[in-house]
């Protein structure tokens, strides 16, 4: 098999627009042409403005410019998230608050300058993919170009001679390119073949991914809704608007898209390591629900596990946090009843070392039969360390050892001004302390299933024998998180084929020499210079060579060049010898 490896003259014009046109439409991607703007005219710019935001280059600086508006977001609290910490930031750096609420950097998400870049990134992208996507359907349609005049200006060719007749040789190449998925047919005295559409499919099918990844996260956030719950064992929750402790929301979002159902806890169940290192650290955190969905649904057993919502249509409901609360009875002096429930304290710390308030706000009268209220405030460790630790933190976050202490007082605690209040704080400013014998604050050590009697016979308090415990629920309603998922993970495939899989084609002439012997030409050409073109010509010609083997020369013998492997000396591509 030869090879033409020397020199050629110097190509012509006709011969250059040959190599061009062999080499067209190996991309999708627009040319760069020059606008012909009018000296003047709205039209004239804005056909330039319209050129210049669907390049993509503009595309690429759209999607780091909303990267980068991304990092404040990450940085800074933002009020749709977390208003208490956009509270304490406005207090600690009030100059920089100022600054940040001009930019609005509080509310990045939802800003201006945020929406806009969104907004053109989104136009930029349709902008970009529309002409291409007609132009790729436009070569689906159309055949591969014909062979140029030289193939051996080609980076990548082959030659031989061979005794088959021309047109077998080229029924024989046209049946190879095709069993090797080459889309091929015969064009004049040669065979035109190309491969690695694919690369262009995964081209376009990543920008269109992109552009369903922000109409999905755009959908997500205007028609979301976030909302948290605390829940006691044996309490319910439903998803109104009212059952939440808080709650937000999209702009678009209203109250008659929140999935009806109910449920309710039955039971939490929480277990941590004993022993190690991890001492501590939680091994089994569950919550046993019956749930039922719509307003006439059966009841259903689930169990929701951190990271393994329970999901009830669009919602997903997801187990967050987890405290105790002690069962507490307050009666008046009289013996009465004034209070019985289970009261939810925070957790401080990892072992659940836990504070929070008791309020008696009606019912009650002092030994003098005048209303008042009662406010306690109470501090619970799951595991007491005794005395002799010196502190009253918790030692393990379990129930080992289970201590409340109580500080008591009465008066009115406010809950009439019509002034909202937290029911883990308390207002002392109308409020008197009880007093010991010493004349201190009256408070003390109890343990499940005592009393703590009032000083001067203005009741008692009585802590339940059973502990209960509460689950902290979030419940997420987010459409369009899936077509987000879809788009990502369509994204990661359509970037890895075209990045991966190279368009390529490949001519195979077969004409009849002057002295009667049919000579075999073949060559390859990619988008860009890469030893696969090379690479599969040489098999390909390989293959074509057992079908149409070399003839001997002239004086009857064989031909030096068949003991190679056909294709093994193919030259490596020359600089620029690609015409895209």
Known sequence: MSKT?????????????????????LSTAPKEEAPHLPALGVIGWARWFWRQLTSMRVALLLLLLLSLGAIPGSLIPQTGQDETKVADFREAHPTLSDVYDKLGMFHVYSSVWFSAIYILLFVSLIGCIVPRTWQFVGQLRGRPPGAPKRLTRLPAHT????????????????????????????????????KGYLREVGNLVF???????????????????????L?????????????????????????????????????????YERTGPNKGTPRVYKADLTYSSGAYGEDRNATVEVNHPLEIGDSKVYLVSHGYAPVITVRDGKGKVVFDDAVPLLPLDANVTSSGVVKVLDGYRNPQGKKEQLGFNAFF???FGGSASGTMLSQFPA???????????????????????????????????FKDSKGKLFKKLLRPGETMKLPNGAGSVTVGEDVKEWAGFQV?????????????????????????IQRRRVWVRAVRGADGVTVVEMAGLGRSESAKVPEELGDLAGALYERAPGAPGPADSPDPDLDQEPGSETPVPAEGAEKQ
Do not use: C
């Not at 269109?208 to 028609?223: E, N, P, R, S």
């Not at 997420?476 to 991966?500: D, E, N």
């Open 399 to 433: 129930l080992d050892y289970p201590v409340l202490a109580l500080s008591a007082y009465h008066g009115d605690l406010g809950a009439d001004s019509g002034i909202p209040q937290s029911v883990y704080q308390m207002d002392k400013k109308n409020m008197k302390e």
């Open 381 to 383: 460790v799951p595991t």
């Open 159 to 194: 030659t031989w001679r061979t005794t088959a007749e021309p047109e077998q040789v080229r029924e024989a190449a046209l049946a190879l390119l095709k069993k090797r998925r080459f889309r091929a047919h015969l064009a004049g005295d040669a065979v035109a073949a190309e």
């Open 476 to 500: 997420v309603q987010q459409p369009g998180s899936g077509w987000a998922l879809a788009g990502a993970l369509a994204a990661i495939g359509g970037l890895a084929a075209s990045l991966f």
């Open 5 to 25: 490896t020397a020199s050629d003259p110097a190509p012509s014009a006709a011969e250059d627009q040959d190599l061009d046109a062999a080499g067209s439409q």
């Open 207 to 229: 920008h269109i991914a992109l552009i369903v990844m922000l109409v999905a996260f755009a959908w997500g956030q205007l028609y979301k809704s976030e909302g948290n719950k």
């Open 231 to 271: 829940i006691v064992e044996g309490q319910g929750f439903s998803n109104t608007l009212t059952q939440y402790d808080d709650f937000k929301s999209g702009s678009l979002f209203t109250s008659d898209d929140l999935v009806p159902f109910s449920f309710n806890l039955k039971k939490f169940t929480g277990s």
